[in-house]
């Protein structure tokens, strides 16, 4: 991709990925008005001294002031400075940023995208232009998404009703069918359609392309259906691409060693990931305050 690649050798070095249900942990950031822009780098970047600690990510609305979560200290709320230019806020971010950009450089970033920043295109643009200029100064995101409201949008239309159990969508047989052609057909084409729009170089993958993904039913199958969980991850795909300077984009669908489709928990998608690839970061965007 013209402009935004580096010949910088990938860092070998496995760093720790903190991720709530598999490593008992978070990585994040908590933004208050869920426009990322720049803002993301300076997130990513300023925070990386706190080792050891763990923040959660959710967007709230634009009156919320900016909270950051910590598995070490009580929550902090701080209200950003309104900038006096959008584009001289972007400057001084990137100013601030700088030697922190420098230092991720290389460093393989996971970024989890679902919820409500889906259904708006401007949040979508947003997300999007953020993960291009990631890629641009030097970081290699990999993006794992879900996409529960375009499929509850086709569930409809196809007047199925959506069904949860404990937070978990009920996936039977031709509910998984239209989870597979949404998430892998339509949600996960657009998004890198969009990426290549903007000026880098997108790959789009699901859980089963190159064995990436080995899925198993859950404990309450009865209950939950075609709902799996990550029986084991082979990153060999992934690695290429992202030592290339291209941002795979997955999604969270995966089969079992039958063949059998299973839809899986993007958030536990992302976690496998950022571990198998020795992560430097696991960014979660979320629309759902704390974590469960």
């Not at 490593?23 to 803002?39: F, L, T, V």
């Not at 080792?51 to 900016?66: D, K, N, R, V």
């Not at 309104?82 to 922190?100: C, G, H, K, W």
């Not at 100064?137 to 993006?143: D, I, N, S």
């Amino acid at each position: 991709m013209d402009g935004c690649q580096f010949d910088e050798p990938a860092h070998t070095q496995r760093s720790e990925v903190l991720f709530a249900r598999s490593r008992k942990a978070q990585s994040g950031i908590h933004e208050s008005n869920c426009k990322m822009g720049s803002r993301l780098i300076h997130n990513i970047v300023s925070h990386s001294y706190r080792t050891g600690q763990a923040s959660e990510l959710h967007h709230h609305s634009h009156s919320h002031p900016l909270t950051i979560r910590s598995s070490s200290s009580a929550a902090t709320t701080a209200t950003p400075t309104a900038p006096t230019s959008s584009n001289q806020f972007r400057v001084d971010i990137l100013s601030e940023s700088l030697p922190y950009i420098q230092k991720f450089r290389g460093k393989t970033i996971v970024v989890k995208y679902g919820g409500a920043a889906m259904k708006r295109p401007e949040l979508k643009a947003s997300v999007v232009s953020d993960l291009v200029l990631l890629s641009c100064v030097g970081l290699r995101p990999v993006l794992v998404h879900g996409g529960g409201p375009e499929i509850n949008h086709w569930l409809k239309l196809l007047n199925i009703e959506p069904l949860f159990h404990e937070g978990l969508r009920v996936t039977d047989a031709k509910t998984m069918e239209i989870v597979s052609m949404v998430l892998v057909g339509k949600v996960n084409k657009d998004l890198v359609s969009l990426i290549n729009k903007a000026g880098a170089t997108a790959v789009g993958l699901s859980g089963m392309d190159g064995r990436l993904l080995m899925a198993k039913p859950t404990p309450n199958s009865a209950q939950l259906g075609f709902v799996g969980e990550v029986a084991r991850i082979d990153p060999t795909i992934l690695q290429p691409l992202v030592n290339n300077g291209h941002i795979p984009v997955i999604a969270s669908v995966a089969a079992d060693e039958l063949g059998q489709s299973y839809n899986i928990n993007a958030d536990t998608v992302a976690g496998e990931v950022a571990a198998a690839l020795g992560a430097e970061k696991l960014i979660l965007l979320t629309d759902v305050a704390g974590y469960t």
